[in-house]
């Protein structure tokens, strides 16, 4: 398994924040050196690092890049806040940054956020049953989370406690999280797996071959409302459709209880030409699966249910 460090840390005398570059993942282990914010920005924007916990511990130790390197902060924060939208992960790393813009902050945010992830891995094991064939999307691996993982991380928990027998993984149109990171990861931990294509999924619930959907978030609203990668929504209908669970795996770094409902969740558009080189193109990054269509949240405090307005509530 990588160390967290592999994934991204900071390195004092440069000083520079240094990421394994997830865009040439699986094919090439290559890191990253950014020395500089403007450097990091490009970096999350383009996906080098990506998954919502793990930008939000990139853009602190971004901060704390700012900090060594006499940057103006203000300018700093707001350039990192700015880099992706819908991840409230940033926004929460940066807030927690401003009054100790220091590495060893930043360092323990990012430890903090990988043991928030073994402890939700612990509390989601107990959704699963022996046998579970579980289909996940996107990556919500340890390159998603700084270490560990959330989503996948309950896999790791449940596939331990032997009640695991299969993961499929969602190759995730059009960057393929899931059929370049997730699929590694899982190789990696031993866990069998199987890629399949997004549009594959329904036929294979309709088959009796899927029992749960296991995903991350990105930004959790006050009322349960989850935003996720794309497609997220479209497994959560297929999921209602067939009886199975979809469930929502989450630190509360990604719980954004300012926000009422999914509505007012910023939808990320990235270029069209991530989908086509010759036609117009329409490409939003996330959706939002409402929150009546998510079975549990699990986040590093427990299993919440619905209604998720009161159980959410609590976490404050
Ligand atoms: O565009 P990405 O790759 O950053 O999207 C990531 C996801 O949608 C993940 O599922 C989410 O950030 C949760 S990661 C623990």
């Given at each position: ?149 959330s ?65 991350g978030a ?30 929502v795996i989450a630190p509360?770094?990604s ?62």
């Amino acid at each position: 398994m990588l160390e967290p460090t592999d994934i991204v840390r900071y390195e004092e005398g440069g000083p520079k924040v240094v990421l394994l570059d997830q865009r040439r993942l699986p094919d090439e282990e290559v890191e990253l050196e950014c020395g500089t914010v403007a450097e990091l920005v490009t970096a999350i924007r383009e996906l080098a690092i990506r998954g919502a916990p793990a930008i939000g511990i990139a853009a602190a130790y971004g901060l704390a890049l700012a900090a060594e390197r006499g940057e103006d902060l203000d300018a700093a924060a707001a350039a990192l806040a700015e880099a992706r939208p819908t991840a409230v992960n940033l926004a929460w790393a940066l807030g927690e940054m401003r009054d100790d813009p220091t590495p060893a902050h930043a360092r323990r945010l990012h430890e903090e956020e990988v043991e928030r992830c073994r402890a939700m891995a612990a509390h989601a094991a107990e959704l699963f049953g022996p046998g579970t064939r579980a289909l996940t999307h996107c990556n919500a691996g340890g390159l998603a989370t700084g270490g560990y993982g959330s989503a996948v991380g309950a896999l790791r928990a449940a596939w331990e406690r032997g009640l695991l027998a299969h993961v499929w993984v969602d190759e995730t149109r059009p960057l393929l999280q899931g059929s370049r990171l997730t699929a590694w990861e899982l190789e990696a931990a031993g866990i069998p797996h199987a890629v399949i294509a997004d549009s594959a999924a329904a036929a294979l619930m309709a088959g009796g071959e899927v029992d749960c959907v296991v995903t991350g978030a990105d930004r959790i609203a006050a009322n349960g409302d989850t935003a996720n990668k794309i497609g997220t929504y479209s497994l959560s209908v297929l999921a209602a459709y067939h009886r199975l669970p979809l469930y929502v795996i989450a630190p509360t770094s990604s719980v954004d209880l300012a926000t009422a409902t999914g509505a007012e969740i910023p939808i990320e558009e990235r270029a069209g030409a991530e989908l086509t080189s010759r036609f117009p193109a329409r490409n939003p990054a996330f959706d939002v699966t409402p929150a009546g269509l998510i079975a549990a949240i699990v986040t590093e405090h427990g299993v919440h249910r619905a209604p998720y307005a009161d159980s959410l509530a609590m976490l404050v």
